[in-house]
Nanobody
Framework: QVQLVESGGGLVQAGGSLRLSCGASGRTLSTYVMGWFRQAPGKERQFVAAIAIIWSSRRLSYADSVKGRFTISRDNAKNTVYLQMDSLKPEDTAVYYC??????????????????WGQGTQVTVSS
């Protein structure tokens, strides 16, 4: 069992920064792919970023819309994954969800690939 709790969301001006945190409990993070998704009002949930350890190699993936602005990282000692968001834009406004995939044989870029989800944290970027 994996329980996820996001934190760090809030209101920020365009061009500002936020760091989201996702604390995990129940199982070690060492065997999981952890990702971030977001969902804006009236839109489908979108992949944002993921961090995975596959074949003993750490791999990072980012959506094109956030490359160069967002950074995903993982602290195994704290069982926490982070999403550092810089140069925020109004279009980044959404509820951000932390998720875990325990079986990623088919990949981890779709929300259907993940089987554990946090409650979400609101990020609002004002113009």
């Amino acid at each position: 069992q994996v329980q996820l709790v996001e934190s760090g969301g809030g209101l920020v001006q365009a061009g500002g920064s936020l760091r989201l945190s996702c604390g995990a409990s129940g199982r070690t993070l060492s065997t999981y792919v952890m990702g971030w998704f977001r969902q804006a009002p009236g839109k489908e949930r979108q992949f944002v970023a993921a961090i995975a350890i596959i074949w003993s190699s750490r791999r990072l993936s980012y959506a094109d819309s956030v490359k160069g602005r967002f950074t995903i990282s993982r602290d195994n000692a704290k069982n926490t994954v982070y999403l550092q968001m810089d140069s925020l834009k109004p279009e980044d406004t959404a509820v951000y969800y932390c998720a875990v995939a325990t079986n990623y044989a088919s990949g981890y870029l779709r929300d259907a690939d993940y089987n554990y989800w946090g409650q979400g944290t609101q990020v609002t970027v004002s113009s």
